[in-house]
């Protein structure tokens, strides 16, 4: 258990409403990535966060955006979300980036946007 | 551009048999290389990575790859599975330190009874 939560587990929204996802860990880790699954995709990365205040886009950034106001929490808006958005999202966790760190992982927040 | 294959979208094994699920990257420089599992409804879990030395790296759950550069492939192997092994597969791969994670587009195995 690398001590990551994710919230809500589950939503349904519609078209043209904002969203917010939630991750917190406990462990503070410096890295913090926000993932989607797609079927046929694997991962694509939305965007990461190398500390408090420091963000970056990772591949599928577009329609998304994140803060990380405290080590702890990392949050994924969609400020207006659409039917493209509907996946599962994945909030990961790492102590150095890409390959010196492993990634752990929480257990994903399946949204539907109809 | 950077990419990591998973050639196989499903596989199904009969339990006790053998399993090697295929990963081939395209990189100029050796990059580090993961294998992850997910089961049905979970997160994902680190299962084995190589950063450098020994090319047949073990993992948890009785698996191992092998990191064979002139293929540019690194395939994930077990000699004999169980029903609990039916999950998804993921392959990925950073540059280097300061790269982010790439990944395959995953392995369904099932196992046959």
């Known amino acids: 258990d690398a001590g990551i939560t994710q919230s809500p587990r589950h939503k349904v929204t519609e078209t043209g409403t904002p969203v917010t996802l939630r991750c917190h860990q406990t462990?503070?880790?410096?890295?913090m990535y926000w993932y989607r699954q797609d079927p046929g995709h694997g991962l694509r990365l939305i965007h990461y966060?190398?500390?408090?205040?420091?963000?970056d886009k990772g591949e599928v950034s577009d329609g998304y955006s994140v803060s990380r106001s405290k080590t702890e929490d990392f949050l994924l808006t969609l400020e207006s979300a659409t039917s493209s958005q509907t996946s599962v999202y994945f909030c990961a966790i790492s102590q150095a980036t890409g390959g010196t760190d492993t990634q752990y992982f929480g257990p994903g927040t399946r949204l539907t946007v109809l | 551009a950077q990419s990591v294959t998973q050639p196989d979208i499903h596989i199904t094994v009969s339990e006790g048999a053998s399993l090697e699920l295929r990963c081939n990257y395209s990189y100029g420089a050796t990059p580090y290389l993961f294998w992850y599992v997910q089961s049905p409804g979970q997160g994902l879990q680190l299962l084995l990575k190589y950063f450098s030395g020994d090319t047949l790296v073990q993992g948890i759950k009785g698996f191992e790859a092998e990191f064979k550069r002139s293929q540019s492939s690194f395939n994930l192997r077990k000699p004999s599975v169980h029903w609990s092994d039916a999950a998804e597969y993921f392959c990925a791969v950073a540059l280097d330190s300061n790269y982010q994670l790439i990944w395959g587009a995953g392995t369904k195995l099932i196992i046959k009874p």
């Open positions: 966060s190398y500390g408090v205040k420091d963000t």
């Open positions: 462990e503070n880790h410096r890295y």
